[in-house]
C-alpha cells in the first residue's frame, strides 16, 4: 500500500456531492499537485483526509492504517500536516509561539502540558531561520504581512514534523518572487523526505514542481498523470475552459 | 485604621487574588468567558464548611478533598464548554450561579437559606491562627498560587490553551485535543477557586448562598480584566485594585456592583487587554520605561 489511499471517497453537502468517488493514490517522497476549478472539492478533500470532516462514504488509508473517524489531533499525531488556504495564524501568539505550539504536538498527551517549553524555543528558532522568519520570532503574528503569514503556516506545518504535508494554495497571493522562494522552499521540505500533496490555481507554479497531478471537476477524478499529460488532456482543457477560470496548459 | 483592619482587608484581597488567578488560566488563556466564577468559589467554600462542621475535619485535613471536590465539580460544570460556541458559554456559566446557589439554598444539607455557620478557626500545631496569622496563612498561598501559575504560563499547556483560545480549528491542526484542554483548563482552574473558598469559609466562619452569586462572579471577571487578561501581575494587580480601592473610598462601597460593571464595560471598550496587559497602554510604557533606563545603563551614562 502506498503512503495515502482514499477508496471511493465521497462527501456530500445535503444536495451537493463536493466530493465524489475519488481514489487518490499519494507515494513516498513525491509531490503531489491537486487541481482543478473553483469549488471542485479540493479543499472539502483535504478536510476529509485531516478528519475535519467525516465522509458520506469510502475509506482513507495512511502508512496501512484507516484513519477516516479519526479526530484531527490524531491525524496530526499520526503524521499529517495542512496549512489552511484561507491563513489561520494564532493572530496574538507571536511567531515563535505559533512555531511552538506546532512543535508541541509530541508533548500534548500523559504529562508532557505540564512541563515547560523553554527548551524547544532553540529549534523552532531555527524552522523559522529555514523559512526566513528569524526576524520577525517576536512580534504578533497578526502583524506580518499576508505572504510571510503564509510562510508561517509552511513553518508550524515544518514544527510538525509530519511524513505529508498538505499544502492549500500556498501561493495564493504571492508576487512572483515570493513564489520563486515558496518553490525553493517546497523543494527543502521535500529532500527531507517529505510528501508533499499541493493544492494550487497557479498552475505554472504545480506544472513546475509536481511529478503527479490529478484534476478534480464537480467532485471526481477526470485526469491524473504526469504534468504534460494532465495539460494536454481534453477533458481537462474542457473542465478550465468551461468556468474560464485558468488556461489549463498555461 | 486599625491594623486588624488592614489584615483583614489583605486577608480578602489575598482570596481574590487566588480567585483572579484561578479565572486567568480558564479565561485568561483558554478564553472560556466565565461569569459564573463565584460558584467555583461557593463550592470550594461549602465543602470546606461542610467538611468542618458535619465531618470534624480539620482544615488541612479537609484541604485535599475540597481541591479534589471542586476540580471535580468544576469539570462537571465545564462539560456544557465542549458543546457550545463562546457566546453560549457565557450564558450557561451566568445560569451556573443561579443553579449552584439554588442547590446551596434549597437542599437543608448545605444548611439552605440559614446557610453553615461556626465553622472553626484552622490551627497549626494546636494554636488557632489570629488575624495575622491568618493573614500569613493566607498570603503562604498566595504565593503557591502565583507561582504555580508562573510555571504553567511556562508550559506547553498554557501554549495549547491559548492556541484554541483564540482558534479552534487551527489549534486541532497542531495536534491539539481541543476537549481534553478545556477539560484541564476548567479542572485547574477550579482547583485553584477551591482553595479560595476554604480560606473564606475559615476565616469568615459562615457561608451562606448570597455569598457566592451573580454579583460575585461579575467582581471576580472585572478584577482580571481590570489588570490584563491571560497576564498574572494583572491578576494580582486588578484583585488587589478593587478590593482595596472601595475600602479606602468609603462612599464607592454601596455602589461595588455598579463599580464592577462599570469597570468591565469601560475596560472592553477602551482597554480590552487591561491595566497591566499584553499590548496596554501602561505595560507598553513601562517597558519603554525600562528600556530607556536599561540603556542609560549600559552606555554608562551618569
Ligand atoms: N462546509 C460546507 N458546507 C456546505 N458546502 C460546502 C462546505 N464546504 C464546501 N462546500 C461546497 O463544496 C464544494 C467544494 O468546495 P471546496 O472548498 O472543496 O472547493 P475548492 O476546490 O477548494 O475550491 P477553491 O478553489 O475555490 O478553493 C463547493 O461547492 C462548496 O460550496
Ligand atoms: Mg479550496
Known sequence: MELLETEGLTKDFGGLRAVDHVDLVVRRGEIHGVIGPNGAGKTTLFNLITGYLRPTYGAIHFKERRIDGLPTHRIVTLGIARTFQIVRPFTELSVLENVLVAWGHRYYRKTGPFRPYANARRRAREILESVGLADRADIPAGTLPIGLQRRLEIARAMALEP???????????????????????????????????????????????????????????????????????????????????????? | MTLGYLLTVGTFTGIFMILTLSLNILTGYAKQVSLGHAAFFGIGAYAAAILATKFGLSFWAALPCVVAVT???????????????????????????????????????????????????????????????????????????????????????????????????????????????????????????????????????????????????????????????????????????????????RFIQDYRMLVSGAVLALMMVFQPMGLLGKGSFLYLRSLGILRHFRRGVASGAP
Not at chain 2, 476540580?71 to 463562546?86: A, E, K, N, W, Y
Not at chain 2, 457565557?90 to 440559614?114: A, D, E, H, Q, R
Open chain 2, 71 to 249: 476540580t471535580v465539580v468544576g469539570i462537571f460544570l465545564g462539560l456544557p464548554s465542549l458543546r457550545v460556541s463562546h457566546d453560549f458559554l457565557v450564558l450557561s456559566t451566568i445560569g451556573l450561579n443561579f443553579i449552584v446557589g439554588s442547590v446551596f439554598k434549597y437542599f437543608s444539607f448545605f444548611g439552605g437559606s440559614m446557610g453553615i455557620v461556626d465553622i472553626p478557626t484552622p490551627t497549626f500545631f494546636g494554636k488557632a491562627f489570629g488575624t495575622v496569622g491568618y493573614f500569613g496563612l493566607t498570603f503562604a498561598f498566595v504565593t503557591l498560587a502565583v507561582l504555580t501559575s508562573i510555571y504553567f504560563s511556562r508550559t506547553w499547556g498554557r501554549l495549547a490553551m491559548e492556541a484554541f483560545g483564540e482558534d479552534e480549528t487551527a489549534a486541532k491542526a497542531m495536534g491539539i485535543n481541543v476537549a481534553k484542554f478545556k477539560i484541564y483548563a476548567f479542572a485547574i482552574s477550579s482547583a485553584y477557586a477551591g482553595i479560595a473558598g476554604a480560606l473564606w469559609a475559615h476565616y469568615v466562619g459562615s457561608v451562606f448562598p448570597e455569598n457566592f452569586g451573580f454579583d460575585r462572579s461579575i467582581d471576580i471577571l472585572a478584577m482580571l480584566v481590570l489588570g490584563g487578561l491571560g497576564t498574572i501581575r494583572g491578576a494580582v494587580f486588578g484583585a488587589l485594585l478593587l478590593q482595596v480601592l472601595p475600602e479606602a473610598l
Open chain 1, 163 to 250: 511524513e505529508l504535508m498538505l499544502l492549500d494554495e500556498p501561493a495564493a497571493g504571492l508576487t512572483e518572487e515570493e513564489i520563486g522562494g515558496l518553490k525553493e522552499l517546497v523543494g527543502r521540505i521535500v529532500a527531507t523526505g517529505v510528501t508533499v500533496v499541493l493544492v494550487e490555481h497557479r498552475m505554472s507554479f504545480v506544472m513546475d514542481i509536481c511529478e503527479v497531478i490529478t484534476v478534480l471537476d464537480h467532485g471526481r477524478v477526470i485526469a491524473e498523470g504526469a504534468p504534460e499529460e494532465v495539460a494536454h488532456d481534453p477533458a481537462v482543457i474542457e473542465a478550465y475552459l468551461g468556468t474560464g477560470s485558468v488556461n489549463a496548459a498555461g
